[in-house]
């Protein structure tokens, strides 16, 4: 039963082809590869003087790109640099799967496993995340991990199960290093379970202890590790938790109190939603002390995470596995309720049953909904973001001198995908900002690069640009901010002194333009590329998805006279 998992993940982990969460790249094989080949992109929360993002996690991309660059298969087979860390992140995704077996066994008992197992396997938004280079998909492993070794039966002596509470907290301990936010889970799981054995001789003190211990332990060799990868000492679960807590974060976005709620848990559930409420209902009905933990654990991290501005569906990834035991609480219930009133069924039909998922017929078909949308999801969606970097990797050196992505920003894959040194230099490669408002006392009022362009494409190209294409494409000398010290001081002189947020930036006209089809839509930037020469020779993705800049798929345009 495990190897399905394995097998199931690594395949979409390897056949995924569209394009999900900047984080992906960005935030896990840049700066691998950047790591282990000297070039590739670092965004502003790894080069700001109090750096956020640990090396914990893109480290997991390392041995592969190592292995690949020793044998020197980098240069003649690129294509490896990317299934590398696929097959990692696949076969990490697999502990979800399978560590919802032993959850399931514990909270529920053997009956259930198969369906909780089957409910998992058949995620859509497991397709969609968990294969992926995320830390969130990560975080929800070790998460699942953590929990199936959670002594979810109070009854029994903590004491007895000593090691296995240990495996707990050091999973525990791991899914909070990855994502520190991961800790509003296990403040509420060990809370509780401190609090139930507090009067139980010294189990609760010995717990309290074994946490201190363990989590001690890991913030060291989390602080070591950051420490000898940025060059200095270095917490960079303080800096992230400190960030994340400030208006910075409001920078990406902000939703409405109830988007876990009212988005969020639906979209992560998807088909099994109604399962899922009707198991919790079963659990509060029936007073299943084991379910109800856990759903007050869900409530507990749902609230928490509410009161935060910045939301994403994926934050709530690691609930995702304590959903689907509700669901298959709620699928088996079902199932053997149907069975009773069904009391005309023949003997040879209840053998044929006997060997079934005990899973109604329509319940089943249901859930199955999830399959054509998940294959949607890994074939088809967002593909044009990821298959542009392939086509630009199998132009020839001689005949890609530069390129220039006018998209919003962070919106395709970069060196980890591509692998070109010649366009490792400043300028070579480039593509329009999103720094954040870094020490701004008003961060709301602050426009980034992507902002002022998009707000006026044409006067910005005629302003930041050269009146005519130079044809040995120099590099750009400013083409976007680097988000350091003096980056932040002059944001401060700007809001200040109340002057444009427009910081100069000067590009060079580059041998090849990367944008969305909703660019050409915007009044003469048409006729502009046109009047400098350049055609467009490639395209990928629908027309009809994205929003916003993002919509029109993908287009490459080349300078060709």
């Not at 979409?12 to 282990?36: K, M, N, R």
């Not at 074939?379 to 044009?384: A, E, I, N, P």
């Amino acid at each position: 039963m495990a190897l399905l998992a394995l097998v199931l993940r690594v395949a979409i982990a390897l056949s995924t082809q569209g394009f999900f969460q900047p984080d992906e790249y960005f935030q896990a094989l840049e700066p691998a590869h950047h790591y282990v080949f000297g070039y590739g992109h670092l965004t502003w929360e790894w080069v700001s003087s109090a750096p956020l993002r640990s090396i914990i996690y893109p480290a997991l991309n390392i041995p592969p790109f190592w292995l690949i660059k020793t044998l020197g298969l980098d240069e003649r087979y690129p294509e490896l640099l990317i299934a590398g860390p696929r097959i990692v992140h696949g076969l990490l995704a697999a502990i979800t799967d399978i560590e919802i077996r032993e959850i399931t066994r514990q909270v529920l008992n053997d009956s259930f496993v198969p369906t909780a197992y089957f409910v998992s396997l058949t995620s859509l938004f497991h397709s969609l995340s968990l294969s992926r280079s995320m830390s969130n998909s990560l975080e929800t492993s070790l998460t699942t991990a953590a929990v199936s070794y959670y002594p979810w039966d109070n009854a029994r002596s903590v004491q007895v199960q000593s090691t296995r509470m240990r495996m707990c907290i050091v999973f525990a301990a791991l899914a909070c290093a990855i994502r520190p936010t991961n800790a509003i889970i296990w403040v509420y799981l060990f809370g509780l379970l401190v609090l139930r054995l507090g009067l139980r001789l010294s189990q609760g003190p010995i717990l309290i202890r074994d946490c201190c211990v363990i989590g001690a332990i890991t913030t060291l060799i989390v602080f070591a590790l950051d420490s000898a990868f940025y060059g200095g000492p270095t917490l960079s679960l303080l800096n992230f938790l400190r960030v994340n807590a400030s208006p910075v974060s409001l920078f990406y976005g902000s939703s409405s109190w109830h988007y876990y709620l009212s988005q969020a848990l639906p979209i992560l559930s998807s088909t099994s939603l109604p399962f899922v409420l009707h198991g919790m209902y079963l659990a509060v009905k029936n007073d299943e002390k084991k379910l109800k933990t856990m759903l007050g654990c869900i409530v507990w991290t749902l609230t928490v995470f509410s009161f935060v501005g910045h939301k994403e569906w994926r934050f709530l990834h690691p609930l995702l596995p304590m959903l689907h035991i509700f669901a298959s609480r709620s699928l088996v219930e079902l199932y053997h309720c149907s069975a009773k009133a069904d009391v005309k069924l023949s003997r040879e039909k209840r053998k044929r049953k006997a060997f079934s998922l005990p899973i109604r017929t329509r319940d089943l078909c249901l859930l199955l909904l999830a399959v054509p949308a998940s294959i949607y999801v890994v074939f088809f969606h967002c593909v044009g973001q990821i298959k542009v970097m392939s086509y630009l990797r199998s132009l020839p050196p001689e005949n890609l001198t530069s390129v220039g992505f006018l998209t919003p920003c962070h919106s395709t894959p970069w060196q980890a995908y591509l692998h070109r040194p010649e366009l490792a230099a400043p300028g070579k490669m480039w593509a329009l900002g999103c720094e954040p408002p870094l020490g701004l006392q008003h961060p709301s009022d602050y426009k980034d690069q992507t902002d002022i362009f998009f707000e006026a494409p044409l006067e910005y190209m005629r302003t930041h640009f050269p009146s005519r294409v130079d044809t040995l494409y120099p590099p750009s000398s400013f083409a976007s901010s680097v988000p350091n010290v003096t980056f932040m001081e002059t944001l401060q002189v700007v809001e200040q002194s109340s002057q444009s947020w427009d910081l100069g930036w000067r590009h060079e006209w580059p041998q090849y333009i990367v944008l969305f089809g909703a660019l050409l839509r915007e009044p003469g930037v048409l006729d502009l590329f046109r009047d400098q020469g350049y055609e467009e020779v490639w395209k990928g993705g629908f027309e009809w998805e994205g929003e916003g800049q993002r919509r029109g798929a993908v287009r490459v345009w080349k300078h060709t006279r």
